[in-house]
Nanobody, 114 residues
Framework: QVQLVESGGGLVQPGGSLRLSCAAS????????MGWYRQAAGKQRELVAF???????NYADSVKGRFTISRDNAKNTVYLQMNSLKPEDTAVYYC????????WGQGTQVTVSS
């Protein structure tokens, strides 16, 4: 079994920054990738970014140049640095881990508002 614990969400003004963390524990051998999805109210869940076992990264077009995904292998933690936040970034952000199967975190709310 795998457990994912997210942290770092909150309320921020437009143009501000937040860093999300996702700490993995349990049976986390042979991880293929980890990443983040988000789901805004009334919308489908969308992929934000992921990082593969080899360190390759991929981003949604809507966050390229503003968000950065990284990992700390020693801490089994993945981070999402979010800069230049916009109101449309408001959503619940979910961390995931692909072993496979795919495991999900509980989600953390990010609200961008003045």
């Amino acid at each position: 079994q795998v457990q994912l614990v997210e942290s770092g969400g909150g309320l921020v003004q437009p143009g501000g920054s937040l860093r999300l963390s996702c700490a993995a524990s349990g049976n986390i051998f042979n991880i293929i990738a980890m990443g983040w999805y988000r789901q805004a109210a009334g919308k489908q869940r969308e992929l934000v970014a992921f990082i593969t076992r080899s360190g390759n990264t991929n981003y949604a077009d809507s966050v390229k140049g503003r968000f950065t995904i990284s990992r700390d292998n020693a801490k089994n933690t993945v981070y999402l640095q979010m800069n230049s936040l916009k109101p449309e970034d408001t959503a619940v952000y979910y961390c995931y881990l692909d072993r496979p199967p795919r495991y999900w975190g509980q989600g953390t709310q990010v609200t961008v508002s003045s």
